[in-house]
């Protein structure tokens, strides 16, 4: 390990700590653990509390300028400012991640059972939240959790499919009567697509 790596991998740690991944004793000990022997036969490591860093003197870790030790043949690199910064967690996904899917099969579904559902505002709930719900629910993920959010993608899925399944009888050889239900459709695969995105999200 040279002095450079001994920096980013201190620097790593560092970065942890702060987001609260390590206690103090642990960040502590692996710090402690990043040493480096110069070609003049000096050990050196980083003081965690100060970032500098310190030679060992033969008892105990000091800094340079406070003994009369000769300077290392390659002295030590200091510790980039950047890469001491916590890293800001990334933004949460817009509910146009969601919604972009979605929408081209909701819209087909309106336009196509309009008539319908301008008389029946139940049966146009029963489509159209099934079909908001998972989209909407895309940038609360981060909060509410992968495993709730997939748990209600599934649930409105089964929700937009059960008056397909109830007819599927009558469907089968039925190109008017499947056409109709093509906007359930495009949601039910849109939906399909939005459990592996809402999986990988952290």
Known sequence: ????????????????????????????????????QD?????????????QWMMWNGSQWTLPQQQAAAQPA??????????????KKKAA???WEGLAPVLPGLAIGLLQGWPMYSKNTAMLAGFAIPS??????????????????????IG????????????LQTLVGNTQGAQTHLGRGLVGVSLLYLIPRVWRMK
């Open 156 to 167: 409105c899925l089964g929700w937009l499919s059960w008056p397909v399944l109830m007819q």
């Open 39 to 51: 070609q003049s036969g000096h050990w050196w490591q980083i003081d965690p509390n100060s970032t």
């Open 1 to 36: 390990m040279n002095f450079e790596e001994a920096g980013q991998q201190f620097a790593n740690l560092q970065a942890q700590y702060r987001a609260g991944q390590l206690q103090a004793a642990q960040f502590q000990q692996m710090a402690g653990q990043l040493r480096v």
């Open 74 to 87: 390659m002295p030590p690199q200091p510790i980039p400012q950047a890469t001491l910064t916590v890293q």
């Open 93 to 95: 996904p817009a509910i």
């Open 132 to 153: 908001l719900l998972p989209a909407v629910l895309v940038p609360l993920v981060p909060y509410v959790g992968r495993t709730v959010a997939i748990i209600v993608i």
